[in-house]
């Protein structure tokens, strides 16, 4: 009896003791899963995140990788921050924008701040990836929203080479125009092309120093008057048609109609450019030409997305070795190079593209500004200020009335 | 059951009954909760009261995106229930046709509302198949921006919602046709009623139940819309098809610092739908209890 019972503590001691140790297992294990979400790397824009996930793998076995990418968008944005909220999320998480800012302003994210990595920033671009001071993210892209031109339709006019001051610009638009192509195409059913092109030409018209002013509670949009003044005279000259633009979209129609190539000029983001590239389009990217005559344009930039740690990650270690590795300079090239983007890293390479090489010397030069979404340019304004320059460019009021209205819009420090 | 067997009845009810406090009841508690806070979507909020409805009574921004879903539920309720009808007096008077095109007219239900916008945003582009026919056939005058023009953008917004549920309609308006008394209708071409005194008097009256399903669903389903001007203008252009659902997803997933305002907002759209669905049912049902 003594013995049964002897026998059984010893198995059930075993049975414990087995129990308790596969509990311990995750935290003991050499190799630790590390679970990534991204909305980079999905089917058809795949950014050369398999490959470099490979070699990742490889420089560090004992982490696998668990790769998860979903498409761009709400949905994922909604994910992320549900899965947050419930503490059950990813250890490595790719998030951009106001949603970043957030996130990392409720505590959700790891401060990276002290990281190696964290001191080669671009100083203008930290506030993006900030809160209060801190990182909390490491910046993935910098992508340049601006104008493409289709040198072949500029050759059929004579032109033989992008303008880049106004005057040069309006003249351009014209000799296009009597040579029967489209001049230029600024697609904003969405709001999105009015508004980037507004913040195009105020990167070069409006002083830097506005939006740091603006949002200390200093000046207001007058000084964006030349800017809603220039948009409009292109319609008053005939060289868009804005209403008819305000019936394509952005993002569906406007790469089709510009591939047709009977478009001149294209407002958009550079993130285009591959898709030209494989339809053997004969493009330049520049910046939107705004300056008055002899000037240079400035080019205009998003600070896209960022790699930030879960602060409830079971492995910040091996997080932090991932998202480390990702801000090497040899493995970010590679992947800007897929995406069509420009590192936000002091002194580190970005991809030398074809037909880019004017905006990347102006970038490189430091001739640049930053979509201001960490400060006057955050939180829903981009959708109050594409629905206010519709009704400008409608018609529906003037350019003055309309730098009055984006007073309200435009968000001030609190 | 319930009396005899309470405890059987109640193990049948509770799968649904959790599912509904789940997925209804805890959401929209929870969702109560948040509007009276000053939540960004994080885990930290204040509590604020009604801070968030007596802001959203003074907003300019709700005012006229309650103005512009009012104006889509009207186009859309009417035209739907137009169409609806006749569709489905010209299918009652033509059995042989009936059955083929009966299914054939469901169709557009079937293709998902995502799948339909994107169709018709290029139908209706300015370089797209609807303009391009236009000029075909000699109409050149009449070619537009239907979705860049504040004028037609609305409208051209309710026809995709109108095309995608008037075989719907017509279904439920033909039901109600086979539901007349054949004697009834016989009786009135015996007396010498025209085409229109039939309708008019036999019809319409003994119709009145299906109008009243026809006309709430289309109330319903147009007073929540967000699928077709969220893919077809995102509320522009300059805000004139800026629905209320698509203002509260604007507030909710585009500005975080309103997050519990959007919240607010979407109550306040939930009693519009209640109250509106409601007097609609009862004004309807008792125009049936009159005939």
Redesign the interface.
């Known amino acids: 009896m003594k013995d049964l019972m002897r026998r059984k503590a010893t198995i059930l001691l075993a049975a414990g003791a087995a129990i308790m140790l596969s509990a311990a297992v995750p935290a003991l294990s050499a190799d630790q899963t590390l679970t990534v979400y991204s909305f980079k790397g999905t089917p058809g824009q795949e950014a050369d995140m398999p490959a470099i996930n490979k070699l990742f793998e490889a420089e560090y076995p004992d982490i696998k990788l668990n790769y998860v990418a979903l498409p761009a968008g ?1 949905a994922y ?2 994910k992320i ?1 549900v899965e947050l ?1 419930a503490g059950k999320s990813a250890d490595v998480i790719m998030a951009q924008g ?2 970043l800012t ?2 990392s ?4 994210f790891v401060d990276l701040s002290s990281e190696p990595w964290a001191a080669n920033v671009l100083e203008q671009v930290k506030p993006f990836f900030s809160y209060e001071g801190q990182l909390y993210a490491m910046p993935l892209l910098g992508s340049g929203i601006g104008m493409f031109t289709n040198m072949d339709v500029l050759a059929a006019a004579g032109i033989t080479s992008v303008p880049t001051d106004w005057p040069g610009f309006l003249d351009a638009l014209a000799k296009v125009k009597a040579a029967g192509y489209t001049p230029i195409a600024v697609p ?4 999105w092309g009015g508004a980037m092109t507004f913040l195009n030409m105020g990167s070069t018209l409006v002083p830097s120093t506005w939006a740091d002013d603006y949002w200390n509670g200093k000046g207001d949009f007058s000084t964006w008057l030349p800017v809603l003044q220039q948009m409009m005279e292109l319609d008053q000259k005939g060289l868009i048609n804005w ?7 952005e993002f ?2 406007g790469l089709g ?1 510009f591939k047709q190539g009977k478009t001149a000029f294209w407002v958009q983001g550079m993130w285009n450019i591959s898709d030209l590239k494989a339809n053997n389009i004969n493009f330049q990217f520049t910046a939107v030409p705004a300056g008055p005559a002899g000037s240079s344009p400035k080019v205009f930039m998003y600070a896209g997305a960022g790699w930030t740690i879960s602060a409830t990650s079971p492995n910040i270690d091996a997080a932090k070795k991932y998202v480390a590795f990702q801000a090497r300079p040899d493995i970010s090239l590679k992947y800007l190079t897929a995406d069509g983007g420009l590192s936000m890293f002091k002194g580190a390479p970005s991809p030398a593209f074809e037909g880019v090489e004017t905006f990347n010397a102006s970038y490189g030069a430091g001739d640049f500004s930053y979509m201001a979404t960490s400060t006057w340019f955050g ?2 304004v ?2 109050a200020l ?3 320059l ?2 400008m460019l ?1 018609g ?1 009021i003037t350019p003055e009335e309309t730098a009055k209205a984006l007073d309200s819009i435009g968000l001030r420090k609190q | 059951m319930i009396t005899k067997r309470p405890l059987v009845a109640i193990g049948f009810l509770l799968p649904a009954l959790t599912a509904y406090g789940l997925f209804t009841l805890y959401p929209l508690v929870r969702g109560l909760w948040l509007s009276l806070t000053d939540s ?5 909020s204040n509590f604020i009261g009604l801070e968030n409805y007596r802001r959203l009574i003074f907003d300019p921004d709700v005012h006229s995106a309650t103005l512009i879903t009012i104006q889509y539920a009207v186009i859309v309720v009417v035209l739907q229930n137009l169409f609806g009808l006749l569709l489905a007096r010209a299918l009652f008077e033509r059995p042989h046709a009936r059955r083929v095109i009966g299914t054939l007219v469901l169709l557009p239900t079937l293709v998902a509302p995502l799948m339909s916008s ?1 169709i018709f ?2 139908l ?4 797209g198949a609807l303009n391009r026919m236009l000029a075909l056939i000699g109409l050149p005058g009449l070619q537009h ?6 004028t037609t953008a609305l409208a051209s917004i309710a026809a995709v919602q109108i095309w995608m549920y008037t075989g719907y309609t017509a279904t439920i308006f033909l039901a109600g046709y086979l539901a007349i008394p054949r004697e009834l209708l016989e009786a009135g071409r015996i007396d010498g009623a025209t085409s229109w005194q039939q309708f008019r008097l036999i019809e319409w009256p003994l119709l009145a139940p299906s109008l009243t399903v026809c006309v709430t669903l289309s109330l319903i389903g147009s007073l929540r819309v967000f699928e077709f001007p969220f893919v077809l ?7 004139s098809t ?1 629905t209320l659902t698509l203002l509260i997803f ?2 909710t ?6 997050f519990a305002y959007g919240i607010a907002i979407a109550f306040a759209l939930l009693v519009l739908v209640v109250v509106s669905a409601a007097i609609a049912t009862v004004v309807l049902r008792a125009r049936e209890a009159r005939i």
């Open positions: 709400t944005e909604s921050q909220l106001t949603q957030q996130l302003k409720n505590g959700y904003d059913k969405l709001g209403k008819e633009q305000l019936g394509v979209d569906s129609q109609n939180d829903g981009q959708e594409g629905s206010k519709q009704a409608l529906q | 960004s979507g994080g885990p930290r994107f945003s290029y209706l582009a300015p370089d921006v239907w979705y860049g023009d504040p203008t995102n509320g522009g252009p300059a805000g800026m604007n507030s997933f585009h500005a975080a610092s309103k």
